[in-house]
């Protein structure tokens, strides 16, 4: 078996040295063979095992597991935001309809029920290919996954010829990864550019960004002129059929009206769909309410500017007394975004509280301060303990009040100086709320 891990290699193993974007695989080949590799593959050097000497371990990895790569079909998802909730409605629907289907993403691996958690969103070469085996061997009829822009970038999914692609948006994250928007765009551009020749692309029309994305085969879903257009007018519609739908906010009329084109495009009727939507739940942490008295505690995993705002703007349309919103930003990541978060935040909300959010090796006071350097507004304070700040938010709640917790989600951790430690805001919040 072909593994890239040093540390995962038993007795018979093939290792392969691939090169990351924080370690060689090279470093490590000596700590393979220790572990029992009879066999590696790299890139240059001498070793005591029979060795296999290529120009390039990735392209090499690539084309082996282009060549084993399981008969299953498969949808990937790719865009800032929404990618996790539109993975999620077409895993429900799909399942529905008796199409069975896993998915592969922020939440985790999942094949009928959840069966683990994932490092990544999309996870590495090897990781993905026996994700995808398994899924097969369950009797899986099709994959559903998020694409992120840092894999695409990577090449995690080059062996890989997608079915489906999906399109859900482009707004500021990962600079400190892509350095520019152009070069973010070209990293999602990639998942179209795996697509089979019969492969079709299902675009976000609103975003301008998809005209960059353009294949083949296509079509476009949004409120303006598209092939699935979607109009509100009390109630939910894409091309005049009407749908009802458990989930709120309006950008989620984008992630289940991306579901609804694919079904279609699928060969699904009207009638059959609109029973698929009706029964499809928002996953963990996606605008998840927990009623609290005459108020509502929203827990939601937004974390970039387009995010923000759209979360704030959806708790508006629910017409609160107050919206108190709970923010901060993860550290070693993004800096250009955190003021700009911090200036939707404080123009939107009634009141913030600036708090941690995965500072890893940053000082939190550093991350808060440059959240605020955009701030133009007194209303707010800072409290850098996340739990106390959740408990603060709730202590504010008066009547017909939101309170929005942003930024983990479904996370169950924080990251603290580079150590992961168990902290839930879900459970901060049912803790507080409950307790007698």
Same mark, same amino acid.
């Given at each position: 078996?072909?593994?890239?891990?040093?540390?995962?290699?038993?007795? /018979?193993?093939?290792?392969?040295?691939?090169?990351?974007?924080?370690?060689?695989?090279?470093?490590?080949?000596?700590?393979?063979?220790?572990? /029992?590799?009879?066999?590696?593959?790299?890139?240059?050097?001498?070793?005591?095992?029979?060795?296999?000497?290529?120009?390039?371990?990735?392209?090499?990895?690539?084309?082996?597991?282009k060549a084993i790569v399981p008969d299953i079909k498969i949808i990937g998802v790719t865009g800032t935001n929404g990618k996790t909730t539109t993975c999620f409605l077409i895993y429900q629907m799909l399942n529905e309809l008796g199409c069975k289907c896993s998915y592969i993403g922020t939440l985790g691996f999942y094949v009928d029920d959840k069966v683990c958690d994932l490092k990544n969103t999309t996870p590495g070469l090897l990781e993905l290919y026996h994700l995808l085996d398994y899924s097969e061997k369950q009797d899986c009829k099709y994959v559903v996954m998020e694409a992120s822009s840092q894999a695409l970038e990577q090449r995690r999914c080059d062996f890989i010829n997608f079915d489906y692609a999906i399109f859900t948006n482009l707004t500021q994250d990962h600079l400190d990864y892509h350095k520019t928007m152009e070069a973010y765009l070209a990293c999602k551009r990639h998942l179209f550019d795996l697509l089979k020749d019969d492969g079709i692309s299902i675009l976000n029309v609103d975003d301008i960004s998809y005209l960059k994305l353009l294949t083949k085969n296509y079509v476009t879903y949004g409120k303006q002129n598209s092939n699935y257009k979607i109009k509100l007018d009390n109630y939910f519609y894409v091309n005049d059929k009407r749908y009802e739908m458990q989930l709120v906010g309006n950008y989620n009329l984008y992630n289940m009206t991306a579901a609804i084109s694919l079904l279609y495009e699928m060969g699904y009727d009207y009638e059959l769909i609109y029973k698929a939507v009706k029964k499809c739940k928002a996953p963990s942490g996606r605008m998840e309410v927990i009623p609290y008295n005459d108020n509502k505690i929203i827990i939601d995993y937004a974390h970039t500017p387009d995010a923000v705002e759209k979360i704030i703007e959806a708790s508006s349309d629910l017409k609160p007394n107050r919206i108190i919103t709970i923010i901060g930003c993860g550290g070693d990541r993004d800096k250009a975004k955190r003021p700009i978060m911090g200036n939707i935040a404080t123009n939107k909300s009634d009141y913030v509280i600036f708090t941690s959010d995965n500072p890893r090796s940053e000082p939190i006071d550093q991350i808060i301060n440059d959240m605020i350097a955009g701030v133009d507004k007194l209303n707010y304070e800072i409290e850098s303990n996340r739990e106390f700040a959740i408990k603060k938010g709730i202590q504010l709640l008066d009547k017909n009040d939101i309170l929005l917790v942003l930024g983990k989600g479904h996370e169950k951790y924080q990251i603290i100086n580079n150590e992961r430690t168990f902290f839930d805001d879900k459970k901060v919040v049912e803790e507080k709320i409950y307790r007698r």
């Open positions: 078996m072909i593994k890239d891990n040093s540390k995962d290699i038993q007795d /018979g193993d093939t290792y392969i040295a691939l090169k990351g974007q924080y370690f060689d695989g090279h470093d490590f080949v000596n700590e393979a063979i220790e572990n /029992g590799a009879n066999r590696v593959i790299v890139e240059h050097g001498e070793y005591d095992v029979e060795t296999v000497i290529v120009d390039d371990t990735r392209e090499y990895l690539i084309n082996y597991l």
